[in-house]
């Protein structure tokens, strides 16, 4: 053995591994749904006079079931063209021209947007746009502070990088507001410009400084010149 023993282990409340595994478990997966901030959106539409007066709940809001949803295309957004002795080709619904969502549910609008414009905005523009709603800004701003404010809400989870799967894993545990927890990454800067890279190192720096450990796996000389 290279150690006769560890000591500190009792001051760790808890590991978080936070690695580059894929976010969510099909393409309908993104960035929104993945850190729950979907939930909020859709129960702030509800909300909305419109969706009270014609009797909307939740699921009308949601590209997943039935009601809402354009089923032309069955909430995808687009349709797969088979080709033979090539890869399959998307293209955009022809019906709902990528919206996901039918007339009547794009008709309830909030500050004037849709719910599938909301979900077209990146990252930094949903942050001002919901500077205001408490219960949605906290988990859109994580996702801010890690570097991923270039990011649309609906962006496809097939379609990121790695690196950029395990920065939502990370925004993600960043709302959980965790003390005493070891956190283990794995090259987390994979992928981000500087200016972004700035923004992850001031997160990692923020859940030291909140009492937790962080021990990161990196080849990015800043990160390595961040570590104590």
Known sequence: MAYEK????????KVVTVDQSPIGRTPRSNP???????SDIRALFVGL?????????????????????????GGNGYKTIEMNFLPDVMVPCDVCHGK???RETLEVRYKGKSIADVLDMTVNMAVEFFENVPQILPKIKSL????LGYLTLNRLSNSLSGGESQRINLATSLGSSLVGSLYILDEPSIGLHQRDNDKLLATLQNLRDLGNTLLVVEHDEDTMRAAD
């Open 49 to 73: 006079p419109e969706a009270k007066i014609r009797g909307y709940k939740p699921g009308r809001f949601s590209f997943n079931v039935k009601g809402g949803r354009c089923e032309a295309c």
């Open 100 to 102: 996901r969502y039918n």
């Open 144 to 147: 801010q502070d890690v570097g």
């Open 6 to 13: 560890i000591e500190g282990m009792d001051l760790i409340d």
């Open 32 to 38: 929104a749904t993945y850190t729950g901030v979907f």
